[in-house]
């Protein structure tokens, strides 16, 4: 699925619908400010209703937020992985992670063994993520340090996740003696 785009029509038309539901607000933020009841919002100063137009659409705007990753928490609890709601969002996989980080099940409770890789006397499991399909690793290396893929940091394949654990076994390999 791709980013959605409107026609121009669906714009105004949402334009108009957000106003509306907007002024009521924007009223009653002037109220409290100003003393005017709503009825005589537009008789103050045009700075100041405007001012309140533009609190109220900050209070939209958190409150537009806090659905969006409700939006993106429902999706990722019905199967919905980060590159796909970042197709959607029109961002990449990486970022819509970073916008919603709770949205998909974490790793750990959806990882799937793999491949064991030894290399330069180390040792280190290639694991893939069952729901978003990525790939992590997990090792030790011959001078006994463990190491691992960034915390919540998966890769797009196998062997991506390959080469990364394979450069961690080579900086820990045993040094001749």
Do not use: C
Request: aromatic share 6%; net charge negative; proline share 4%.
């Amino acid at each position: 699925m791709t980013s959605i785009g409107i026609t121009p029509e669906e714009r105004a038309e949402l334009g108009k619908a957000l106003t509306d539901a907007l002024n009521p607000l924007a009223a009653a933020i002037r109220s409290r400010q100003s003393g005017l009841s709503t009825a005589r919002m537009w008789e103050a100063d045009p700075v100041e209703v405007t001012l309140s137009a533009l609190a109220a659409w900050k209070v939209v705007d958190t409150e537009v937020k806090q659905l969006t990753a409700m939006a993106a928490a429902t999706a990722g609890s019905y199967g919905a992985n980060y590159e796909q709601m970042g197709a959607v969002w029109g961002i990449t996989r990486q970022g819509a992670r970073k916008k919603w980080p709770d949205a998909v099940p974490r790793p750990a409770a959806a990882a799937k063994t793999g491949t064991a890789l030894e290399l330069f006397g180390g040792t280190a499991e290639l694991v893939q993520d069952s729901s978003s399909g990525g790939w992590a690793w997990a090792g030790e290396g011959a001078d006994k340090t463990r190491g691992a893929a960034e915390d919540g940091t998966w890769y797009a394949t196998k062997e991506e996740a390959a080469a990364r654990a394979g450069a961690f076994l080579r900086e820990h390999a045993a040094t001749p003696s």
